[in-house]
């Protein structure tokens, strides 16, 4: 099985995950739903678009310690509260600066599907059209523009499917194309033009 194979089953049983060292113990970044993520970042001001979603910088600012410990404790337990507490107090007390940066990293790259668009070389938008969106900049925006553009129930965008399954159901989704088609002309066929 190919690698982009792979990595699209692992999400579509949510299976995918990444590995990060935190003190002496080994923690698995599992990819979130919005659900998830908006618990991870609550209290954050952090912006869906992409230019401004780099938490992993804003998380090596030493004043944002406990922000991050806290974000990735909540993404390493996802479920339990109470197993969220014990991971933020580990992390905090364990886990060295470089390893608290290294996870918000990982965490970052999870959530933006990074691997899984490499693997299926998928941009996740496109450049060549011309046309500006507004809105989209919050996660309200998001999920409305999830359930608009992939015919899915609140449910669904809010707490079933992970994140950057929905990025990859946008990006890969049947459209037409608006752009110009791009012919390529052969020399033999620039001279019979020419002969005319």
């Known amino acids: 099985m190919n690698t982009a194979a792979l990595l699209i ?3 579509f049983l949510r299976e995918y995950h990444e590995d990060v060292i935190l003190g002496l113990k080994s923690f698995k970044i599992y990819q979130p739903t919005i659900k998830e993520m908006i618990s991870m970042f609550n209290g954050l001001d952090l912006s869906v678009n992409e230019k401004t979603n780099n938490f992993d910088i804003i998380f090596s600012m ?4 406990d922000d991050a410990c806290r974000s990735i404790s909540r993404a390493v337990t996802l479920k339990s509260s109470f197993m969220t507490y014990l991971a933020f ?6 886990a060295s600066v470089e390893q608290i940066h290294k996870a918000a990293e990982t965490l970052s790259s999870v959530i933006s599907g990074d691997k899984l668009f490499k693997a299926c070389h998928l941009e996740k938008s496109s450049e060549t059209i011309k046309t500006e969106f507004l809105g989209n900049t919050n996660m309200m925006g998001q999920v409305a523009s999830f359930m608009e553009n992939l015919h899915l129930s609140y449910k669904e965008v809010f707490e079933d499917i992970s994140y950057p399954q929905l990025l990859m159901m946008s990006a890969d989704k049947l459209r037409i194309s608006t752009g110009e088609k791009e012919r390529v002309v052969s020399g033999r066929d620039l001279l019979k033009k020419k002969k005319k």
Do not use: A, D, G
């Not at 030493?62 to 310690?65: G, S």
């Open 9 to 11: 089953s692992k999400t």
């Open 62 to 65: 030493p004043e944002h310690v």
């Open 89 to 94: 107090n580990y992390i905090r007390r364990f």
